[in-house]
């Protein structure tokens, strides 16, 4: 496990190294080796670990290519996240070193949520993802919305963890064993305590992944942390919840007779988001707060991997992570280079530059859904995951509804940039080659995804 | 291979273009689009000699099955051959047109070229579907940026309506890919050889036609078409009513009559009564229209509207006249907008009650929209006679009343167009018409294609017929209900 001893350490490195480097470039440099590392350390492991499980740490942890595979593909967007907005990571504030040590804690977390094996370790890794963005959304000190960001997702945080606990608790009382494979919840009838305990577990997670009704944090939040934050938190985090929620259920849960016990719970969760997610989103005049309610709808489409439970939707939700992340990242590095952040302020960008008016087409039909980026053949495969189950045909038609409602609030920007005239102010000094030619590759990344999605799921 | 190069040539050639500047890129573009339609004529010839070479199956996503397969039948080699002569007319009739940001038009334009082949072209559904979007997004971006007043909301209608339908459609494709049996598979072949239960069949065949039906677009679903075709720059309104209307007729022929022909039984009628509503519907609208684009605009509707009723009929006859007229009438309608387009070029103006007089100003422009306008009343001798026969030959095989309601279309076509020409170009010219000049050397040379065609396959159909009787025999043969 590379991954977990490299960015854990990477973490601490830098914290430390706060207190004796003082130039925000050389620490930014050492992080960005940092994830480097970690993820050439990660892509050595993926020789040791196949398809079933190995069990590591007396089953605290249980490592399979799946869960190596999507930890890669989570640093590969954290190295195009610090590439394209390490800057703006780096100038929130003093603390350098502690901002990026932070994100690695996350990272941490994040690895322990795509390879835990006991329920302790799945409680322990969504606390660590958790407590770093805490703080993260309320490192913009002089900002007043950022402290009630800060303070809000703290309130709802600490209390949706308690419900995880409550569950995992009541689960442990009614089958004796924290371990998701040894479980073994099928084969006898379900009692009231080991029901309550998933119910309880599956709200805690959607609020952690920010599904309805569980999302009413989001929006403050995402719109209140310093925007540089809220592209990690909304991309990275939230698809880090969704391995853990998706490993859950998939491997504890998963069974026929349990999963007929939860399904409609979850089906109508999904139903719910995407429906409050897109039809919020139309109403958005910030571009930052689009796209924090965009999150809610795509966490929509992320469920369906959850629900469907083949093994299309494992590789859905890979494809997903990838789409979604890279995507998001990317609209929200084009929106930190923006002076105003509401539509209007995108408007005459293809004409000041074209450059960046056309990667940002790209990431919104990617989160669209059209074809040719990876944004498509992701939702194709949640949703045919779904499909593939039976019995949810109409939720799918629900979420192609939804998707043809998305694509309402991800045109508008590009009306703004292309069709209305209008002299944007943007910050130029920021916009330099190198940012330009990682958000060219970043695009590129995008449509090659779309066309070959095997360079993804060759590797399970 | 020479499928794939219908798409390679315009996708690489597109993309190249949008590097090259002002006129260089306008006769890169003519260029391609000369090389295209030539490759498209020897496609079409090819068919009629080795058509087992014109296939291509190569995988693509292999966890799912999905596969690069291409392949041409009589219908798609025409509907390519259309395709390419749709855009060397079209940029012919727009030589000397400036346009703002001019690579980016014709980048864009043949982007939606190598969309078009592609549906055309493709036997997977997955690689459909891709094409089917593709198509539409330049598209978007044409009518938006170079489009009239009101541009951005009609084409967000145009672009919101397609895309709902496409998805429907996806979610069709997903279930009928769940149901071939083994690993699954997204071919045509496998579709095409399911055994569906008729109330399967009766749900999928919405989830496919919806999208088929808003492309094409029939009534109740074409509201959004007259807008779009007034507002979209004359360019793309003709590659629009041209070729991509067709694509909805083409996956009726393509993916709901061999795939669901217990469905196409179950609602076949009811979408026929849909459509020759839709027939008298549109033509009556077109007789009070004052815009030359929007008359247009609903004769298409309803000529559409014709070859959808009869696509449902499932008569030889009418089917074979179905398949020509939609080459037919891609022909007569890109004529039919050369003629507008260069009459607002000269005059700046579409409204009919501004005009007048044109025969004596101008007496090619008149000729050339005679003739053109006489194709698309269906005239003898002219193309749109032969089609249009057949399919009324056809729908009155299966229902008499059904074509007594359609054939009224024959009359209340001649009273619009007519009436129309005798006021645009009878008459007296007044101020504005007396400064008109005549065509220049390429409008005449791009009406000199079609009215060429258009009078070559009035007159002798056959090769054409030909082509194209291969695909309506296995069409029949493959819908035989059991």
């Not at chain 1, 929509?300 to 859905?316: D, E, K, T």
């Not at chain 2, 045509?188 to 749900?203: D, P, Y």
């Amino acid at each position: 496990m590379n991954a977990l001893i490299s960015t854990a350490v990477f973490g601490i490195f830098l914290m430390i190294s706060g207190l004796f480097i003082k130039s925000k470039q050389a620490i930014r440099i050492l992080a960005i080796s940092g994830v480097v590392a970690a993820f050439v350390l990660n892509i050595i492991d993926f020789r040791q670990y196949g398809a079933s499980a190995t069990e590591l740490f007396h089953g605290m942890l249980s490592v399979t290519n799946f869960g190596l595979l999507f930890i890669e593909i989570i640093l590969g967007c954290v190295l195009v996240y610090f590439l394209l907005s390490g800057k703006d990571l780096a100038n929130i504030g003093h603390y350098t070193g502690e901002y990026f040590a932070l994100i690695f804690f996350i990272l941490c977390g994040v690895v322990l949520a795509a390879t835990y094996g006991n329920m302790l370790m799945l409680f322990l890794s969504i606390e660590i993802m958790s407590i770093p963005q805490y703080i993260l959304a309320g490192s913009d000190k002089h900002n007043l919305k950022s402290h009630e960001a800060s303070l809000k997702y703290f309130l709802m945080g600490a209390f949706s963890t308690g419900f995880l606990l409550m569950g995992i608790a009541l689960l442990y009382g009614a089958t004796g064993s924290f371990d998701i494979t040894t479980m073994n919840l099928a084969g006898r009838p379900i009692d009231a305590m080991a029901l309550a305990g998933i119910i309880l577990i599956a709200f805690a997670l959607a609020f952690k992944v920010s599904a309805a009704p569980f999302h009413f944090w989001t929006p403050d939040v995402y719109d209140g942390a310093p925007t540089v934050v809220t592209s990690f938190i909304s991309t990275i985090v939230k698809v880090g919840g969704f391995v853990a929620f998706i490993r859950l259920f998939h491997i504890a849960f998963g069974s026929p007779d349990v999963d007929k016990h939860w399904l409609l719970v979850l089906s109508i969760i999904t139903a719910a988001t995407l429906i409050i997610g897109n039809v919020t989103a139309v109403f958005q005049q910030s571009v930052k707060r689009m796209l924090a309610y965009s999150s809610i709808s795509q966490a929509g489409f992320m469920l369906f991997a959850v629900i469907a439970m083949n093994v299309l939707s494992w590789q859905g939700i890979l494809l997903y992570a990838a789409a979604y992340s890279l995507a998001t990242i990317g609209c929200f590095a084009i929106l930190m280079k923006m002076k105003d952040y509401t539509y209007d302020g995108y408007n005459g960008l293809a004409q000041k530059q074209p450059l960046l008016a056309l990667m940002n087409t790209i990431f919104l039909f990617s989160l669209v859904g059209i074809p040719a980026t990876a944004g498509f053949l992701a939702k194709y495969f949640v949703l045919s995951a779904a499909v593939e189950k039976g019995g949810l045909l109409w939720l799918v038609i629900l979420a192609v509804c939804c998707a043809a409602i998305s694509a309402f609030y991800y045109f508008r920007l590009i009306w703004a940039m292309y069709f209305k005239a209008g002299d944007c102010q943007v910050e130029e000094h920021a916009i330099t080659p190198a940012f330009k030619s990682v958000l060219a590759l970043t695009a590129l990344l995008v449509i090659i995804l779309g066309v070959w999605p095997g360079l993804i799921l060759a590797w399970i | 291979m020479i499928t794939v190069l219908l798409i390679l040539v315009p996708l690489v050639t597109g993309l190249i273009t949008f590097l090259l500047k002002g006129k260089t890129a306008r006769a890169w573009a003519f260029i391609s689009a000369i090389v295209t339609l030539v490759i498209s004529i020897g496609c079409a010839l090819t068919y009629q000699s080795n058509p087992a070479s014109l296939t291509i199956d190569v995988p693509w996503i292999t966890q799912l099955g999905a596969n690069f397969h291409f392949g041409l039948d009589g219908i798609a080699s025409v509907m390519c051959l259309l395709t390419g002569i749709s855009y060397v007319v079209t940029f012919l009739s727009c030589w000397k047109h400036e346009f703002k940001k001019e690579q980016q038009f014709y980048g864009l334009m043949l982007l939606m070229q190598a969309g078009l082949m592609g549906v055309f072209a493709s036997f997977d559904a997955l690689l459909f579907y891709v094409f089917w979007e593709l198509v539409i997004i330049p598209a978007y971006f044409l009518c938006s940026i170079w489009g009239g007043k009101r541009r951005i909301e009609v084409t967000f209608k145009f672009f919101v309506y397609t895309f709902f339908g496409s998805l429907l459609m996806l979610v069709g494709i997903m279930y009928l890919y769940f149901q071939t049996p083994g690993t699954h598979s997204f071919s045509w072949e496998a579709f095409k050889s399911l055994h569906l239960s008729s109330g399967q069949q009766s749900g999928l065949f919405w989830l496919f036609f919806i999208a088929f039906a808003i492309k094409m677009p029939l009534f109740p679903f074409h509201t959004w078409q007259p807008d779009t075709y007034e507002t979209a720059p004359t360019p793309v309104t003709m590659i629009l009513s041209a070729v991509m209307v067709k694509m909805g007729l083409f996956g009726v022929i393509r993916w709901i009559l061999p795939v669901l022909p217990a469905g196409v039984a179950f609602w076949g009628h009811f979408v026929m009564i849909l459509a020759v509503i839709g027939i008298v519907y549109a033509s009556c609208l077109a007789i009070v229209q004052t815009d030359l684009k929007r008359l247009f605009a609903y004769s298409s509707i309803a000529h559409m509207g014709l070859m959808c009723a009869v696509v449902f009929s499932e008569t030889e006859v009418g089917m074979q006249g179905v398949l020509i007229q939609m080459f037919n009438h891609g022909i007569i309608i890109l004529g039919l907008w050369v003629v507008v387009e260069a009459i607002e070029q000269k005059l700046g103006t579409r409204d009919i009650r501004e005009l007048g007089g044109l025969a004596i100003k101008s007496p090619k422009l008149a000729i050339a929209f005679l003739l053109v306008c006489l194709g698309n009343i269906a005239l003898p001798l002219t193309s749109g006679f032969v089609g249009e026969f057949m399919m009324f030959a056809g729908l009155l095989q299966y229902s008499v009343w059904m074509m007594v309601v359609a054939g009224l279309a024959i009359i209340l076509v001649a009273i619009y167009i007519l009436r129309m020409l005798q006021k645009v170009i009878f008459g007296n010219f007044n101020e504005l018409t007396e400064k008109i000049v005549d065509l220049k050397v390429y409008e005449w040379l791009a009406l000199a294609v079609i009215v060429g065609l258009i009078f070559a396959i009035g007159i002798y159909p056959k090769p054409m017929l030909d082509i194209l009787h291969h695909t309506t025999q296995s069409l029949l043969a493959m819908n035989m209900v059991p």
